[in-house]
Each structure stands twice: as structure tokens, then as C-alpha cells.
């Protein structure tokens, strides 16, 4: 098993233009989420998917979409990158009887 | 809304020494609390974990405890090691399955 995999790991966007940050996991995991890690904020929950079809918002949604469409990939759009989310990304999965959370590796975004 | 809030936000041991970090959460209805350890550049990993129906849980040198009437938690790491410098979360868990984290603490072990 691969686990959660995460692309690209490292991206710089100018302001205003589009991308998609991709989340796949081989685990059979219906709960998927999305988190952002700022220095001294802690990890916050952008989305997240109970399930295939089914999403919905975290802490800090805004700027952001998601979409479900299978059980394995849970992509995450910047509609209009700004500055302010320059952050490093984390996807997420785990069973829906388990709590244990598998993180990705991260991706690392510089908006500027 | 639901919130975990952690402390220290850093804090420096000299090897050998006991470390412990503290946490509150807001929602009483919490009853799972993880705790992630997080090494520079790298993925958090959970490293103990304790529900709600435990006050403490042990794993070598690592231990969890719980208040659930006080609604804070804690981790202890005793006999510290440069190996455990790292960033360290924890978090809880609210309705719906989510998970939400504290801010984290910058622990640094000097040999």
C-alpha cells in the first residue's frame, strides 16, 4: 500500500491563477480531509469527505473547493491563489470506526 | 466553535529531563485525543492516542492523561532524548468524526 499520496509536493502560483492539489489513498478510506499548517496555528481543517459524493467545510473553507467522485481521490482547487494561502497542504484519511489519521507527505505552496 | 488550545508553545529540556505539554478543548462531547509528533519537513505521526472512557495511558516513556471534568489532557515523555526534538500536536475530536489540533509546541532536547 502506498497510503495517502500527495502532488505536487512543492509549487509557487501567482496570485490569481488556479491549481488543483491532488489526494489519492489505496486504503479503502471513506473519511477524507484537507489541512493547512501555519507557523504557530497548528494544523486547520479546510474540508472533508465522510465518504464518496459527500463533502463538506472545516474551519477555514474559503478560497477553496472540493469534489468526491471516487472513494480513492479527494482533490483540492484554488479557484484564485492570494497570498494568504502560502502554506503547506496535508490530505488525510482514515476508516469511519477508526480514529487513527494517515497524513500525506505534504505539499508546499508559495503564492506570490 | 469547537477549539483546542495547547501550551507551551516552546519549550526546552536538557536531555534526561521530563517534558510535558498541555492541552484544553471546548467540546464536551471530545472523547477521542491523539497526539502527533512532527519532525521538520515531514508528515505528522501519531504517536499515542487515549479515549475518553481512560485517564491514562503509557507507551515506554511516553504517557497520556486525561481530565475529562476539567476538560484538558497532557503528554509526558520522562528520560528525553535529542531524538525527540520535534514539533508536537494535540488534538480532539468533535461531531461529525473531524479532528481538530492545538497550535503545537516546539519541543527542543539539549544534549
Known amino acids: 500500500n502506498a497510503g495517502v499520496t500527495q502532488t505536487p509536493k512543492f509549487q509557487v502560483l501567482k496570485t490569481g491563477q488556479s491549481m488543483t492539489l491532488q489526494c489519492a489513498q489505496d486504503?479503502?478510506?471513506?473519511?477524507m480531509s484537507w489541512y493547512r499548517q501555519d507557523p504557530g496555528m497548528g494544523l486547520r481543517l479546510i474540508h472533508y469527505?465522510?465518504?464518496?459524493?459527500?463533502?463538506d467545510q472545516g474551519e477555514v473553507p474559503n478560497g477553496y473547493n472540493v469534489s468526491r467522485s471516487t472513494t480513492e481521490d479527494f482533490p483540492l482547487r484554488l479557484l484564485s491563489a492570494a497570498p494568504s494561502q502560502t502554506s503547506v497542504y496535508f490530505c488525510?484519511?482514515?476508516?469511519?470506526?477508526?480514529?487513527?489519521?494517515?497524513f500525506g507527505e505534504g505539499s508546499w505552496l508559495t503564492v506570490v | 466553535g469547537e477549539n483546542v488550545e495547547q501550551h507551551p508553545s516552546t519549550l526546552s529540556v536538557q536531555e534526561g529531563d521530563s517534558a510535558v505539554i498541555k492541552c484544553t478543548y471546548s467540546?464536551?462531547?471530545?472523547?477521542?485525543f491523539p497526539w502527533y509528533k512532527q519532525e521538520l519537513g515531514k508528515r505528522p505521526q501519531l504517536i499515542i492516542d487515549?479515549?475518553?472512557?481512560?485517564g491514562e495511558k503509557k507507551d515506554q516513556r511516553i504517557a497520556v492523561t486525561l481530565n475529562k471534568t476539567a476538560k484538558h489532557f497532557s503528554l509526558h515523555i520522562t528520560e528525553t532524548q535529542p531524538e525527540d526534538s520535534a514539533v508536537y500536536f494535540c488534538?480532539?475530536?468533535?461531531?461529525?468524526?473531524?479532528?481538530?489540533f492545538g497550535q503545537g509546541t516546539e519541543l527542543s532536547v539539549k544534549p
Open positions: 488525510a484519511s482514515r476508516t469511519p470506526s477508526g480514529n487513527t489519521i494517515y
Open positions: 467540546d464536551s462531547a471530545s472523547n477521542y
Open positions: 469527505s465522510v465518504g464518496a459524493g459527500i463533502t
Open positions: 486504503m479503502n478510506h471513506e473519511y
Open positions: 487515549i479515549r475518553s472512557n481512560v
Open positions: 488534538a480532539a475530536s468533535i461531531r461529525g468524526g473531524k479532528l481538530i
